[in-house]
T-cell receptor, first 112, second 115 residues
Framework: AQSVTQPDIHITVSEGASLELRCNYS??????LFWYVQSPGQGLQLLLK??????LVQGIKGFEAEFKRSQSSFNLRKPSVHWSDAAEYFC??????????FGQGTELSVKP | DTGVSQNPRHKITKRGQNVTFRCDPI?????LYWYRQTLGQGPEFLTY????????KSRLLSDRFSAERPKGSFSTLEIQRTEQGDSAMYLC?????????????FGPGTRLLVL
């Protein structure tokens, strides 16, 4: 069965520092992968997605992610974090019917 | 493109009452999805529609839950005889594609609290 694992429940970084959020997936075929961000009490906003092609994908707000098939990973990165990046981040894989299977999320806190 | 809207945004009800949520997808989006998100967890798939046809229901969707999309536009999710375990954020998303996998656009959610 398809699944997504986000090993880090909570991460704290200093403003201006680099960020990497981990995501591992389990899927038999070529995965369709997504990163979404959720601010408190809000819906989910798409940061970026990978369907095929270049394994390094660029997204909004300066985020990027790299698909590594050999490691079944799709880690999210940002070179310099801003205080406004504090939120919950979800990795997801697309499954049959187009539904998304989400990881449990990583909560990001940013220290001033 | 006004985005996905959901109403109400918050609902407090007593155990045993029925509640109904509405989702208005982005205009002309074929697919509409419902997810449930409990505290500290990622969203979990409940059901989805392609136009007016309900094509899949998760095992999470007990017989107390029913969803409709009567004209292939807006959708409603009804929970009958609510239980405290139904307390969660209910998210709706829509997608333009009629098949395959495509980006889903999420609404702000309806937060349900069952007392």
């Amino acid at each position: 069965a398809q699944s997504v694992t986000q090993p880090d429940i909570h991460i704290t970084v200093s403003e201006g520092a680099s960020l990497e959020l981990r995501c591992n997936y389990s899927y038999g075929a070529t995965p369709y992968l997504f990163w979404y961000v959720q601010s408190p009490g809000q819906g989910l906003q798409l940061l970026l997605k990978y369907f095929s092609g270049d394994t390094l994908v660029q997204g909004i707000k300066g985020f990027e992610a790299e698909f590594k098939r050999s490691q079944s990973s799709f880690n999210l990165r940002k070179p310099s974090v801003h205080w406004s990046d504090a939120a919950e981040y979800f990795c997801a894989v697309g499954a049959k019917g187009g539904k998304l299977i989400f990881g449990q999320g990583t909560e990001l806190s940013v220290k001033p | 493109d006004t985005g996905v809207s959901q109403n109400p945004r918050h609902k407090i009800t007593k155990r045993g009452q029925n509640v109904t949520f509405r989702c208005d997808p982005i205009s002309e989006h074929n697919r509409l999805y419902w997810y449930r998100q409990t505290l500290g967890q990622g969203p979990e798939f409940l059901t989805y529609f392609q136009n007016e046809a309900q094509l899949e229901k998760s095992r999470l969707l007990s017989d107390r839950f029913s969803a409709e999309r009567p004209k292939g536009s807006f959708s409603t999710l009804e929970i009958q005889r609510t239980e405290q375990g139904d307390s969660a954020m209910y998210l709706c998303a829509s997608s333009p594609l009629a098949s395959g996998i495509e980006t889903q656009y999420f609404g702000p959610g309806t937060r349900l609290l069952v007392l």
